[in-house]
């Protein structure tokens, strides 16, 4: 292919994902001086996991809280299956970077005289949970701002990363190979240095509250390129998402809020409308007793629980001023679809929130491949088995800043390389392309397989789990990979005119990807024969004294491997 050719595109470091820690991490490297091009599935800002989330980045900032304090509670929040050189890290570099993100135009909570006003969630010692104005959706706004400061800086919107080109078996990657959902047509990026910041793979499971695109594509990515996944039966529930009414079904009402005195003091009740538990539990704990009442006939109509601050600690105006101020989004939203909080009960139920399994990697955010990075929820082994309210967004500021100045100094050492072994890898995902693409008679549309692949996940590898569903789950999953995914149809042959955005061939790759992945979460999930965190065996239901890591990789399979530990 020549050098001309458009359908390739040169960059130092590649950024898959443009999140909180894919902007952070081209950030920084384009402080670095890097040519950067951050690729990103859907509208760069307004799309993904990130926009999502709530308020909550944890960063010690109160009087008598240390660090060590905010790294014991992460560890013991995780069931200790989190790597301590990973907790280190965040913990001692999260105050700076909640520092990075006021400069970049972020709005925290403040008290009156200007010092951070933090929240106290579960699992903390301390209130040590800063508020962000905005949740989610006003610290990428932030970041995104701060990306357009610096020229270095290319976003590529609405393409569908599919492949990674390496320098030979398990070599540094050279460039990453896209489908370009503006013209259908496969493309790429050489570069000398990748991130992989997708986010997670909620998706996999029917009942989630994470974005549609979150289907697990820089976990298959890393895991085609020879890199390790690790622990991905691990996936964090979250207990009050809202079931019923149907028309506010998906929408997360922060439990440590409703529970709270200090917050909104009001309480979940079951079915019976009894209150069946005390204190504000950790969310795997929580996940469990909600999910107990329910599964024991005390569940609400619709198969939930109830939240209820019809009868707060609060008096009305006091629990309207908290409302305003702690979930304006979720009230507003509620109050407009006829659902008044301060009147009427809610039924929620638990959902898939967050994975925190993923692409294996060390305190530099780096793979076994040399330049290749993972940073956010794409990464695993920092939260173990249970994620402490606030870490998320602060681990997406922590490593995604050590990713890029990591892959700016990797490639900064690098050349490109050869385009033929580009123009190759082009050819074959045009063919693949065509293959998914072809219409057969009869067959099976990716909306279809995604949704028997989410129910499989979901009834077989939930909030409960044992042998006998898991195993059937992976049959399931096989079955398709083996007789459905080839008869998959998509609109392949439509005209030209309409060619552009092919919803279908995206999600067509999306079903292989998730159908792969898919099978190994439910092997993971059989290998760890203990319940630790929100991996709930009932047939192992004790927890093991010495908590393993479960590794996988392509053509090694799967490994136990130990939790890194450190000295403090």
Partial sequence: MDRSDQSIIKTDVLVIGAGGAGMRAAIEAASRGCEVIVANKGPIGRSGTTPMAMEAYQAVCHPG???????????????????????????????????????????????????????????????????????????????????????????????????????????APSAGIFLDLKDGKAKAVQCKAVVIATGGFEELWARNDAASTACGDGLFLAYEAGVELVDLEMLQFYPTIAIHPSYVRGTLFQYELILHPAFLGGCLRNGQGKIFFEGIPLRDAITRLVWQEIKSGRGTQHGGVY???????????????????????????????????????????????????????????????????????????????NRISGNALAE??????????????????????????????????????????????????????????????????????????????????????????????????????????????????????????????LASALMREESRGHHNRLDFPKVDKDPRHIFVSRGRGWRLGKVRRISR
Avoid at 121 to 143: E, S, V
Avoid at 415 to 443: C, H, M, Q, W, Y
Avoid at 501 to 512: D, G, I, R, S, V
């Fill in 65 to 171: 809280d240390t660090e060590e304090t905010h790294f014991r509670d992460t560890v013991e929040g995780g069931r200790l299956l989190g790597d301590e050189n990973l907790v280190e890290t965040l913990v001692t570099r999260a105050r700076e970077r909640a520092g990075d993100l006021e400069t970049f135009g972020v709005r925290f909570k403040k008290k009156p005289d200007g010092s951070f006003d933090p929240m106290h969630h579960a699992g903390q010692t301390f209130p040590r949970t800063l508020f962000i104005q905005g949740g989610g959706f006003g610290m990428l706004m932030g970041l995104v701002n701060e990306s357009r400061k610096h020229s270095q800086i290319r976003a590529l919107s609405d393409i569908v990363a599919v492949k990674l080109v390496q320098d030979g078996d398990g070599g």
């Fill in 307 to 385: 939240v209820d601050l019809t009868r707060s600690t609060k008096d009305r105006q006091s629990l309207t001023e908290a409302l305003e101020q702690w979930q304006p989004n979720q009230f507003h939203y509620l109050q407009n679809m006829g659902v008044d909080l301060r009147d009427k009960l809610l039924e929620v139920a638990p959902h898939g929130h967050f994975t925190m399994g993923g692409i294996a990697t060390d305190e530099n955010a780096a793979t076994a491949v040399p330049g290749l990075f993972a940073v956010g929820e794409a990464a695993g082994n920092l939260h173990g088995a």
């Fill in 396 to 521: 997406t500021q922590v490593f995604g800043a050590i990713a890029g100045e990591a892959a700016a100094r990797f490639a900064r050492d690098r050349g490109f390389s050869d385009l033929r072994n580009t123009a190759s890898a082009i050819n074959e995902v045009r063919e693949a392309g065509r293959n998914l693409g072809a219409k057969k008679p009869g067959g099976l549309r990716p909306f279809q397989i995604r949704a028997r692949l989410q129910e499989t996940m979901w009834k077989n590898c939930g909030v409960e789990r044992e042998e006998e569903g898991l195993k059937r789950g992976r049959e399931d999953v096989q079955s398709l990979q083996k007789d459905l995914m080839p008869a998959l149809s998509v609109y392949a042959n439509a005209p030209q005119s309409i060619r552009s955005y092919p919803q279908e061939l995206q999600e067509a790759w999306e079903a292989k990807m998730m159908a792969e992945l898919a099978d190994l979460v």
